[in-house]
């Protein structure tokens, strides 16, 4: 009897996350993404970098190695604990 191993990748839309999912789906790992939210729109401002790319890209390299991406949101989380 074989085994599937499931790992959880957090996918961030960048080149680093997005070779570890691929690595790991190669390896024969069941991965799954998950993308964090940590603020939310209005605290991010005018961003060169906006959260809603960033979860587009995520999700659009998930959609290519055929993974599951799953959005968590830890705004709550992160302003708490992080910021103060």
């Excluded at 995520?58 to 989380?77: P, W, Y």
Aim: hydrophobic fraction near 40%; glycine fraction near 8%.
């Amino acid at each position: 009897m074989s085994t599937v191993k499931r790992v959880v990748c957090a996918m961030s839309g960048g080149v680093d996350s997005s070779v570890s999912a691929w690595l790991l789906k190669k390896k024969g790992f069941d991965v799954v993404g998950v993308y964090m939210v940590n603020w939310d729109h209005v605290e991010e401002g005018i961003s060169q970098c906006p959260r809603t790319k960033d979860q587009a890209d995520a999700q659009n390299v998930c959609d290519q190695l055929g993974i599951q991406l799953n959005v968590v949101s830890f705004v709550k989380e992160y302003w708490t604990d992080v910021f103060m």
